[in-house]
Structures are given as structure tokens and as C-alpha cells.
């Protein structure tokens, strides 16, 4: 059984260069099977995980995904990423405190959303989701964890390409490891994503053909 350290290890040398795609698992069955099709890393998916359980997106309790992610981590050979939603806090101090909860699990990586769950307001504003990614890398500066910091803005807030890549540049500063901004699907949006970010990496969501 490789250690915690190791798959943190394993982990941050995927993100160092070239591409490897990491898929989804929604429970332990699903966990086991990709990991037994090769694939180098998986991620939890928090609207997977409701859906399996029969709840809408973002309807799981903290306490109840932060034990589906120890359940998919102890169950796998396999480095694990965590979509930890929003880190179940809008103040940066308790999203941090949530990091650190999630990264007790043995994640090797998790990643943070400005998604605020709001209707008024779909997003924290720029500078409030800095100080969030900010308070979490502190958090979880000593553990080796990869921290993904993911702009929502496209699918949530209907910001425009430009107003996304000024958010990813701004988390990248706080700290981020690796840049996501889920939801676009033009060459020229994903190039420009991708190089805004740089020499840091970029996690894609693929849905189809681009």
C-alpha cells in the first residue's frame, strides 16, 4: 500500500508536464474500476456523489462528502483529488479550517470554487475568493497537497473569457497549484486559459468534441 506522502508525491509529478486525463468515480465500485483501467489519478465528483444518494448538486453535508472522500482514497492505490465544492464556508478562515479537515482524508490534491450558492449573488466577489484560496493554501502548506483553484464563473455567473482568466490569474497569485475554469469549450477560450496560467498547469473538463 503506497503511503499518503507517495501519492501526494505521484501526484504533483503528473501536474509537472505533458497532459494525463482524470476521471470521476461516484462511489467505491466505480473508484476500483477506473483505477483498474489504468488511469494514474481520479477525482470525486461532489454532483456525482449527490446524484448517487438521489440529492441535487451541492445538497451534501460537509461531514458526509468529507467521509465519501476517505472512503474513495482508502479504497484505491491511486492518487485523489477532491472537488470540495466551495470548502463548505463562505469566511476564508473556515474554508481553510475545511481544507484541512478534507486534506486529513489523505487527498492528494482538492480543489476550491467561487461558486457562493447565492442567488443575489452566484460568485464571491474577486477579492473575497482570493483571501479564500489564499487562507487554504496556508492551511495546507505543509502537507504536500495540491490545491486547484477553480473559477466558476462560466458556468455560474456568465462571466465573459476575459473576466475568467483575470479570477484564475488572481488564485494562481494566492497560491493555487492548478488553474480550472469549467465550462469552455472553444480552441481559442481553453489556449488562451491555459496560457494565462502559465508555466502552471490547467485542468480541462472535456464534454465533447472541441
Not at 472512503?71 to 474554508?95: H, K, M, Q, R, S
Not at 486529513?104 to 480543489?111: E, F, P, W
Not at 461558486?115 to 489564499?134: F, G, M, N, Q, T
Not at 480550472?180 to 477560450?189: L, M, V
Amino acid at each position: 500500500m503506497k503511503s499518503i506522502e507517495e501519492k501526494r508525491a505521484e501526484f504533483r509529478k503528473l501536474h509537472q508536464s505533458g497532459c494525463f486525463a482524470i476521471p470521476n468515480p461516484w462511489d467505491i465500485g466505480s473508484a476500483k474500476y477506473l483505477q483498474h483501467l489504468g488511469f494514474k489519478a481520479i477525482a470525486t465528483t461532489s454532483a456525482g456523489f449527490a446524484f448517487s444518494r438521489g440529492l441535487a448538486d451541492g445538497a451534501v453535508k460537509r461531514d458526509d462528502m468529507i467521509a465519501h472522500i476517505r472512503e474513495l482514497v482508502e479504497a484505491t492505490e491511486i492518487p485523489v483529488n477532491a472537488d470540495f465544492e466551495n470548502g463548505y464556508a463562505d469566511d476564508p478562515n473556515w474554508c481553510a479550517e475545511n481544507a484541512r479537515l478534507c486534506a486529513d482524508t489523505g487527498v492528494a490534491g482538492l480543489s476550491i470554487e467561487d461558486a457562493a450558492d447565492r442567488k443575489e449573488s452566484p460568485l464571491y466577489d474577486v477579492d473575497l475568493a482570493v483571501e479564500r484560496i489564499h487562507a487554504v493554501r496556508e492551511a495546507l502548506h505543509d502537507t504536500g497537497v495540491l490545491l486547484v483553484g477553480r473559477a466558476e464563473g462560466f458556468l455560474v455567473g456568465r462571466e465573459n473569457i476575459d473576466q475568467v482568466i483575470k479570477r484564475l490569474v488572481a488564485y494562481s497569485e494566492a497560491g493555487a497549484d492548478c488553474l480550472y475554469a469549467p465550462g469552455f469549450k472553444e480552441r481559442d477560450h481553453i489556449k488562451a486559459i491555459i496560457e494565462c496560467v502559465a508555466p502552471k498547469p490547467s485542468n480541462i473538463l472535456i464534454g465533447g468534441p472541441i
